[in-house]
């Protein structure tokens, strides 16, 4: 039996992209059976933050419209450090700043169904 | 950090053919656990009918290039993982079905024995037909499924 890493996770998913906002929401959701948070940009989701909201772990994609994936990484880090961070990005320049920035995983775009299983297994539910 | 994803040389931006693909991916395995009467919570009910939903409209936006374009294969769509405007007709037909199976199912319906068994058989034409045709790596997900 798979024991959990974090119980009643709290995930939200940053994207600007629709369908593919969309259906990371929806694996992550039917993976963890809760619900799961979608924003638009980051400054939507540090108002969420900064409102007291609470959250496990993050995907955001890094080319966002306003404030870019890397400066909300940023603040996330140095204000809400437990909070584990996925920069999801179709650029390949950008694996070596989200390290350096301190992310958690680097998910490579295009990304398969199985990616975003092992890190559902990676952050939330364990082996 | 924990790199997952593609490799550096074939990062790109997703299109609807990722998303196709992935869906459908995740579509069976919703099935594989509807049929084996896996818990269903609210929230699942609620992804499943969501990427059912976006999985029938998508192929049936490209049923409909296949009939416009009378099924002519076109070499400019071609994708890393799945060449969609190559496959048959009638496998978009079964990915609609079962896209409509799900949607009823997440909905509480269509619990029946014989609808159960009409959707298993359903997914197993779909896995083979996707296991003869595609790279072992992209159908892997469909056997721990």
């Known amino acids: 039996m798979r024991v959990p890493i974090v119980y009643n996770v709290k995930i939200a998913v940053v994207d600007h992209d629709k369908l593919t906002r969309d259906f990371v929401v929806n694996v992550m959701m039917y993976s963890v059976n809760r619900e799961v948070m979608a924003f638009e940009n980051s400054e939507a989701f540090k108002v969420y933050l900064q409102a007291g909201g609470t959250v496990d772990l993050v995907l955001s994609e890094v080319q966002l419209p306003g404030k870019s994936g890397f400066e909300l990484l940023q603040f996330i880090k140095k204000e809400h450090p437990q909070i584990r961070y996925v920069t999801m990005s179709a650029n390949p320049a950008d694996e070596t700043a989200a390290a350096e920035l301190g992310a958690d995983a680097f998910l490579a775009k295009p990304f398969a169904l199985q990616d975003l299983f092992d890190i559902v297994k990676q952050y939330v539910v364990g082996e | ?145």
Request: charged share 25%; proline share 3%.
């Open chain 2, 1 to 145: 950090m924990i790199r997952y994803g593609v490799v550096a040389e074939k990062m790109r931006p997703m299109n609807a053919d990722d998303l196709l693909i992935s869906s459908l991916k995740l579509l069976i395995i919703m099935a594989k656990a509807n049929l084996k009467g896996y818990p269903m919570g609210d929230f699942r009910k609620s992804a499943m009918a969501e990427i059912a939903r976006f999985v029938f409209l998508e192929s049936l936006s490209r049923t409909a290039s296949h009939i416009s374009a009378g099924s002519k294969p076109d070499p400019a769509s071609r994708t890393a993982g799945l060449d969609t405007q190559h496959i048959d007709h009638l496998f978009l037909q079964r990915i609609q079905l079962l896209a409509v199976m799900l949607n009823s199912m997440a909905r509480g319906k269509s619990r029946g024995r014989y609808r159960k068994k009409a959707m298993a058989e359903n997914v197993e034409q779909i896995c083979s037909y996707l296991s003869d045709r595609f790279q072992l790596g992209d159908v892997q997900i469909l056997k721990v499924a």
